[in-house]
């Protein structure tokens, strides 16, 4: 199996995290996001929709991060712990309704966050309008909000007692705008103690391993401005912030 993976992106990080915790042997490929490798003519033979993660196992490619964590969850079910996407029917349906959900909340607020914050300068040649990011800000607390009242509530985990899937795609979003330097646990204390039963389930060390990027992220500007093609892809970054 080849996983075609930049950790910069949290989805990547996500199946990069869940390979290594259970066990699933994968040769890693890197795309450098910033190179704007996803573009070259090389990937786009192997992806035409040019985002990663990529899964290559065979000749079987699979372009979407979830579905590459649950085929990886559903092939080697033999030795995947059953609580990472559960057989019973019910609790396999909360893994997916959280999954669901966090399209089009947690990921695309935190995103947001952290694209206004990082990206924005280098490819758009300004800071970010305040009003951009305030409003970013605010929907990305909302969705935090929504995850502690609607999915924690006051159980360890997600689902309940055991760590599954939903976790692990909640805490690579979660850690994106805290790559950006925007503190989310602030002020959430269920939420710091959900955040370091993940952290132990997973070993600080494969946590940390998947987030050293991220975490750098502040050098991400300069290594942009160092890209000898960066007017080149400059414009495919900025239809994001129309």
């Not at 490798?37 to 040019?50: A, P, V, Y």
């Not at 695309?108 to 800000?137: C, N, Q, W």
Request: glycine letters at 4%.
């Amino acid at each position: 199996m080849e996983l075609y993976l930049d950790l910069f992106s949290q989805p990547c990080r996500s199946v990069f995290m869940f390979a290594k915790a259970v066990g699933i042997p994968f040769e890693f490929k890197m795309v450098d996001l910033s190179a704007g490798q996803q573009f070259t003519e090389e990937f786009g033979k192997l992806s035409m929709i040019r985002k990663i993660p990529v899964m290559k196992d065979g000749n079987f490619v699979l372009t979407e991060s979830i579905a590459i964590l649950k085929y990886m969850a559903q092939k080697y079910s033999s030795s995947v712990p059953d609580h990472w996407y559960p057989a019973d029917l019910q609790q396999r349906a909360r893994v997916n309704e959280y999954l669901s959900w966090q399209h089009m909340n947690l990921r695309a607020h935190g995103s947001k966050v952290f694209l206004f914050r990082t990206l924005y300068p280098v490819m758009m040649g300004s800071e970010a309008p305040k009003e951009k990011i305030d409003a970013a800000l605010e929907d990305l607390q909302q969705s935090l909000n929504l995850l502690e009242e609607n999915f924690l509530q006051n159980k360890p985990f997600i689902i309940g007692d055991k760590i599954s899937l939903a976790d692990l795609v909640a805490v690579v979003e979660i850690m994106q705008p805290v790559g950006s330097g925007v503190d989310v646990f602030e002020g959430r204390p269920k939420l710091i103690a959900w955040r370091d039963r993940v952290k132990k389930e997973f070993g600080e060390k494969l946590f940390d391993e998947a987030h050293d990027a991220i975490m750098k992220a502040s050098s991400l500007p300069q290594k942009l401005q160092k890209n000898k093609d960066l007017e080149m892809i400059k414009p495919k970054y900025q239809r994001l912030f129309r």
